[in-house]
Every structure is written in structure tokens, then in C-alpha cells.
């Protein structure tokens, strides 16, 4: 594995990108390939389909493969003693941009917790898409918590009246959100951030929105909540 740990925009906050992450990759784009079909994601704002992997699922044994090879570097990168898994799931982008939502438009939050953090392994081998981090330019704010939550939401409320929201996915910097960070997707690639970061999934506009995990944009999602020492 190659760990780096970036120190990202105003509150210097840890993302944690690995390279090379497991040895057979692809023997989890076959795992995924045979979940197939992904039901559409009804319970978040995800824009495409996942299949959810809980206790007991065939997958179950990749989620818990990928926490325990995590936890030594989960815990010095955010100096705790251990975390508790959340939820895992396979997740596909599959919605193009003229059928986007408007809050799928904007870069968004997971939770209002620092806590809590996100585990995106990307297993394709699609050019030019990521993850990408910004800074809500009104408000200063990049990272959410229980006390700024309502005064972003409130302004993003403002902005949406005012300004109306731009069509497809969030990209560069505009006049609402500064784009501070973006890390490229890659394959094998396991990127780690808190969910209160502000982000979005970077999209290219020629991006092909398949829902075959063995063509798509395939990745591993798993969300962990990190122990209060």
C-alpha cells in the first residue's frame, strides 16, 4: 500500500488516499458483478444505484477484509483508539445530468458529525472522474457540524432562490463553492475523508453512465464512526 495524508483547505482537514490498496482488485469487480442487478438508491441522494451489503451478504467478507487492513492507518491518520462500521454498500453513478436532482447539483455532506468518515474504494478504470472537495464561498464553511449545519442549509436555501442551481454535477469552482481538493479516481484506489467534509463526485461531461459494475463507475462505500477517544 501507499498512504499519503493530505492536509486539505482552511481547517486542514486529514484525506487519506491509498494506492494499490488490495492485491486481486478485480476478484471484487467479479463479487460485484454477480450482485448484479444494483436497485436504485432510494434512502440517499446518490445519483445511480447500489446494493447495499450487510451482515451475512457474500460481499460481507470484502467489507470486513477492507476495515481490518484500514484500522491501523484509520487510526493514526485521526488519532483514535478504533471505529464502528455504519453501512457498506457496491455503488454505480447512473444518472445523467439532465435528470439530476437539484441537490445532486451541489456539493453536499453525509453528516453533521466529524466522527463520522467515508471509505470510497475505486475499483474501474474510468479517466478524468474523482471525488472533489469545496468550501461553501458565503459561509466559509467546509467541513459541517451539528452547530453550522442549519446556517449552511439556511444559506444554501438563499442561494437556490436567488440564483437558481446550475445544471450537472458540481465541478470547478463558481460563484456559491471554491473547489480546494480533488483527487482522481483510479483504480484500486481507496480514498478515506470525514462525510462532513462539503463534496462531490467528480463527473467528466463525456462520462458513460453504465449499470454494469464491470463497465461503470464501480466503487466500494463504506461509512465507519470513529471512537470518541
Known amino acids: 500500500m501507499d498512504v499519503k495524508v493530505q492536509h486539505i483547505g482552511q481547517t486542514g482537514a486529514r484525506v487519506v488516499v491509498i494506492d494499490d490498496f488490495l492485491i486481486e482488485a478485480s476478484r471484487v469487480v467479479d463479487m460485484a458483478a454477480a450482485c448484479m442487478p444494483f436497485p436504485p438508491e432510494g434512502q440517499t441522494a446518490y445519483p445511480g444505484r447500489r446494493r447495499h451489503i450487510g ?15 484500514l484500522a ?20 454505480l453513478v447512473t444518472t445523467p445530468p439532465d435528470a439530476l436532482s437539484p441537490v445532486q447539483r451541489l456539493p453536499h455532506f453525509d453528516w453533521a458529525d466529524p466522527r463520522m468518515v467515508a471509505v470510497l474504494h475505486h475499483l474501474h478504470h474510468l479517466p478524468d472522474t474523482g471525488t472533489a472537495f469545496y468550501r461553501h464561498i458565503a459561509s466559509g464553511i467546509e467541513r459541517v457540524d451539528a452547530e453550522s449545519a442549519p446556517r449552511l442549509r439556511q444559506a444554501m436555501r438563499d442561494e437556490d432562490e436567488r440564483m437558481g442551481v446550475s445544471p450537472g454535477f458540481a465541478a470547478e469552482t463558481n460563484d456559491r463553492y471554491e473547489k480546494i481538493f480533488h483527487v482522481e479516481a483510479r483504480f484500486n484506489r481507496l480514498v478515506i475523508y470525514q462525510g462532513a467534509l462539503l463534496h462531490s463526485g467528480y463527473i467528466p461531461p463525456d462520462f458513460t453512465y453504465s449499470d454494469d459494475p464491470r463497465t461503470g463507475r464501480l466503487t466500494g462505500n463504506i461509512f465507519v464512526r470513529l471512537n470518541d477517544t
Do not use: W
Not at 451482515?55 to 487492513?69: H, I, R, T, W
Not at 492507518?73 to 455504519?86: L, M, T
Open 55 to 69: 451482515p451475512g451478504d457474500p460481499a460481507s467478507p470484502y467489507v470486513m477484509g477492507v476495515l481490518q487492513k
Open 72 to 91: 491501523p492507518v484509520i487510526g493514526q491518520a485521526f488519532d483514535v483508539s478504533g471505529f464502528g462500521i455504519v453501512e457498506a454498500s457496491f455503488s
